[in-house]
């Protein structure tokens, strides 16, 4: 069974920071691209970013490139979101997802990724 399983949210003041974290299992996580998608109150699903299969790229929406950074170790099978100099329009449920090898224009499609976690909470308020 294909598991995505999100942590790391919470409540944080603006410019603060947080560390997400997706555990993968199921699958053969070395061999799928992952993205972080989010969706704020009241609005549609957002990609924020990206990781290729092997870590050797990474994409970025303009709205948090250079505050946000994303990671993944293979050998935990872990993708990671290091949110810095966070604001209040950062404030979403964050999802992460998972597509088999593909392109870079296919990484941000959203309609590619088969693989979604449950989510978690950062709400970013003073």
């Known amino acids: 069974e294909v598991q995505l399983v999100e942590s790391g949210g919470g409540l944080v003041q603006p410019g603060g920071s947080l560390r997400l974290s997706c555990a993968a299992s199921?699958?053969?996580?070395?061999?799928?691209?992952m993205s972080w998608v989010r969706q704020a109150p009241g609005k549609g699903l957002e990609w924020v970013s990206a990781i290729s299969w092997n870590g050797g790229s990474t994409y970025y929406a303009e709205s948090i490139k250079g505050r946000f950074t994303i990671s993944r170790d293979n050998a935990k099978n872990t993708v990671y979101l290091q949110m810095n100099s966070l604001k209040p329009e950062d404030t979403a449920v964050y999802y992460c997802?998972?597509?088999?090898?593909?392109?870079?224009?296919?990484?941000?499609?959203?309609?590619?990724?088969?693989?979604w976690g449950q989510g978690t909470q950062v709400t970013v308020s003073s």
């Open positions: 997802a998972a597509v088999f090898r593909t392109t870079t224009q296919g990484m941000t499609n959203l309609k590619n990724y088969p693989y």
């Open positions: 199921g699958f053969t996580f070395d061999d799928y691209a």
